[in-house]
């Protein structure tokens, strides 16, 4: 592993102690009582509009405040502190999808301590804290008293911020922009964003598409055009890195009704085979969908099997779009199954109507 830059680890720190340090310094020291300079230190800090409550641990009990972004060698381990009693914080999300025994997060009665052991590149992101200002069991942000800061763990074997997925499926709606998250670990690398058919570098002019070293490429105003599959490659002293692929997916979620797709498993069937005909929803993650099915033998009362569900999918940086499905199956396809498989989708805005063709070979 290697380090392209350390930040905050002076040999010596001058800077002015905050309130409350030497209390948390490690037991066996001998401890100054305080001075009134500290107390006419902090009634000036609580004097400001915001304060920025997170520090960082150094050796030996020093701290020092953190800058908006800080680069560590995967491997390292950081100790981060938020001043408050009741401290919230947020970190990347898949520290605790696997439940990583690496984080431990404790209160104490001055300040909530966060430590992240054996750092690797995927711990690379934003981690931010706040304090709760609470009256009874209801709670809210305090925006006066946060703190936030981007990490970069640099690995130069792995200069794209790893994911759980070797593919990834990124949704493009002309409403609001879209993120191909190919995050890098090391904030000076070089990064390029290539289009697999036809082979291309897609250009980025810096206005309609971006790179943002904390989110990746960002299209401004997706269009159909964007549509395909593309991936990143990125440089920083050595051999370039690619990054997994990204499906890019056009689709628009209008403020309507469903925006609605249907597919049979096969268009033409034979005798005593089983297909199965799916009508799907793609919509804003908040809104529910109701399936109805118009099918061959439905005034017979043909026994069918009829499946609903929905997930959402994250598409990064917040943006999630919720995928509803209805399956209907059929067994032992026979002649009175054969025709037109319709599927009614309807939401509080209206309802779509969708249909397909199975006939009997």
């Known amino acids: 592993l290697f380090i392209l830059l350390v930040t905050g680890q002076p040999a010596k720190n001058k800077r002015p102690k905050e309130p409350g340090e030497n209390k948390i310094k490690p037991v066996n020291k001998k401890v100054k009582p305080q001075t009134p ?18 520090t960082q641990v150094m050796d030996k009990g020093r701290f020092q405040k953190l800058p908006a972004t800080l680069s560590l060698s995967a491997g390292q381990s950081i100790e981060l502190r938020c001043k408050g009693s009741n401290v919230t914080w947020n970190y990347p999300s898949y520290l605790d999808t696997f439940k990583d ?10 300040y909530s301590q966060l430590i992240l052991a054996n750092s690797t590149a995927a711990d690379t992101g934003e981690y931010s804290c706040w304090l709760q200002l609470c009256n009874g069991d209801k709670c809210r942000k305090d925006e006066t008293k946060t703190g936030s800061t981007y990490i970069f763990f640099t690995d130069k074997e792995e200069l794209f911020v790893p994911t759980p997925s070797y593919f990834e499926i990124v949704y493009l709606n002309p409403d609001k922009p879209a993120v191909i998250p190919c995050r890098v670990t090391t904030p000076s690398a070089k990064v390029t964003l290539h289009r697999e ?38 440089e920083s002293q050595g051999a370039p890195q690619i990054s997994i692929k990204y499906h890019l997916l056009y ?61 959402l999918i994250n598409r990064g940086t917040g943006h999630t779009t919720r995928i509803s499905k209805s399956v209907l199956l059929v067994e032992d396809f026979e002649a009175g199954d054969a025709g037109n498989y319709i599927c009614i989708a309807q939401n509080l805005q209206g309802e779509t109507t969708v249909a397909t063709k199975v006939e009997l070979n």
């Open 197 to 234: 058919f036809p082979a291309e570098e897609i250009e980025t002019d810096g206005t309609d598409i971006i790179y943002d070293v904390k989110k990746g490429f960002v299209y401004q105003h997706p269009t159909s055009d964007h549509k395909g599959i593309v991936y990143c490659k990125a």
């Open 101 to 110: 025994s690496r984080l431990s997060i404790k209160q104490l009665d001055r």
């Open 251 to 311: 689709v628009e979620v209008p403020k309507g009704p469903p925006s609605t797709t249907i597919v049979a498993s096969s268009n033409r069937a034979e005798v005593s085979d089983s297909i199965h005909v799916i009508c799907t929803v793609l919509g804003e993650p908040d809104v529910d969908v109701n399936f109805r099915w118009q099918y061959p033998g439905q005034e017979s009362e043909r026994p069918l099997i009829i499946q609903n569900f929905w997930r």
């Open 37 to 54: 300079k500290m107390k006419e230190r902090e009634s000036a800090d609580s004097s400001l509009k915001s304060q920025s409550i997170l």
